[in-house]
């Protein structure tokens, strides 16, 4: 009867210290440092720069941005839905291909045009940290900031509105 109550004692115990360190391990894995975006090779941008680009990005060009994301998602659900209904005959899915790549095409000169608006308002000298972070961010660089699962890095004008934007050294 000891001899059981010693075992069961030793298998709680064993339990209870891997529940606590996968625990432990779990939380450290999501707070691992993130990897931030490198713009040590060109001028610093300070908070009024970030501030005044900030302004720029209205919330008329965030809102019409969000809704060409929606209508993005939306056609690609559609487009895996009729592949799915007719596996192995890709054909049919031309037009929705092709709408699929005209909101794409729409997406990306939103984001470029908010780019270049965004150049406008820095100094000659403040343009090229915006582009390094931008390529950095966007170009599969150093600076992506992926959160565990990819997709999931948080944007230059989240970061901004938030009060995390990198600061000057």
């Keep these: 009867?000891?001899?059981?109550?010693?075992?069961?004692?030793?298998?709680?115990?064993?339990?209870?210290?891997?529940?606590?360190?996968?625990?432990?391990?779990?939380?450290?894995?999501?707070?691992?440092?993130?990897?931030?975006?490198?713009?040590?090779?060109?001028?610093?941008?300070?908070?009024a720069d970030y501030k005044k680009i900030s302004q720029t990005w209205n919330d008329q060009s965030r809102s019409r941005i969000r809704e060409t994301r929606r209508l993005l998602r939306d056609k690609q659900a559609e487009l895996i839905d009729q592949i799915a209904e007719t596996p192995g005959d890709i054909s049919q899915a031309e037009e929705k291909i092709r709408e699929l790549m005209v909101l794409r095409e729409k997406l990306e000169r939103e984001v470029l045009g908010r780019l270049s608006n965004a150049l406008i308002q820095l100094p000659e000298d403040k343009r090229g940290a915006l582009v390094q972070y931008v390529k950095n961010r966007s170009c599969m660089g150093p600076g992506m900031r992926f959160k565990g699962r990819m997709g999931k890095g948080r944007a230059f004008d989240q970061d901004v509105e938030q009060g995390n934007a990198p600061k000057a050294q």
């Design 1 to 47: 009867m000891k001899r059981v109550l010693l075992i069961g004692l030793f298998v709680f115990s064993l339990l209870l210290n891997l529940t606590v360190a996968s625990i432990v391990g779990w939380y450290y894995w999501i707070d691992r440092p993130r990897v931030v975006a490198s713009v040590a090779d060109c001028p610093m941008l300070d908070e």
